[in-house]
């Protein structure tokens, strides 16, 4: 019914940048929040990032000051510029959005496939 398609990952050296997107498609009437998460390898999954329909944003502490999250409603899609990036940085990203679709009455979580992001030399 809605589907949300990550891109962007993929492998950088520390200190370097990455942009993901993730574009939610299907029978939707509205987005209120999308987000990304991340899991890092054997941890568990954790807020990166949300932004509101308004421009309201959030970030985790540890990406603070170098994570910037953006969104076009009119695209349904919601960006995360990644910069100044660490090792630590490294895991597997995934977009979140709390979507009405077309008919329904209350929003819904839907997730994407995730996307790999590895910060090595």
């Known amino acids: 019914q809605v589907q949300l398609v990550e891109s962007g990952g993929g492998l950088v050296q520390p200190g370097g940048s990455l942009r993901l997107s993730c574009a939610a498609s299907?029978?939707?009437?509205?987005?209120?929040?999308m987000g990304w998460y991340r899991q890092p390898p054997g941890k568990q999954r954790e807020l990166v990032a949300t932004i509101t329909a308004g421009g309201s944003t959030k970030y985790a502490d540890s990406v603070k000051g170098r994570f910037t999250i953006s969104r076009d409603n009119a695209k349904n899609t919601v960006y995360l510029q990644m910069n100044s990036l660490k090792p630590e940085d490294t895991a597997v990203y995934y977009c979140?959005?709390?979507?009405?679709?077309?008919?329904?009455?209350?929003?819904?979580?839907?997730w994407g496939q995730g996307t790999q992001v590895t910060v090595s030399s």
């Open positions: 299907g029978s939707i009437l509205g987005i209120n929040v």
């Open positions: 979140n959005a709390g979507v009405l679709v077309v008919g329904g009455l209350t929003l819904k979580d839907y």
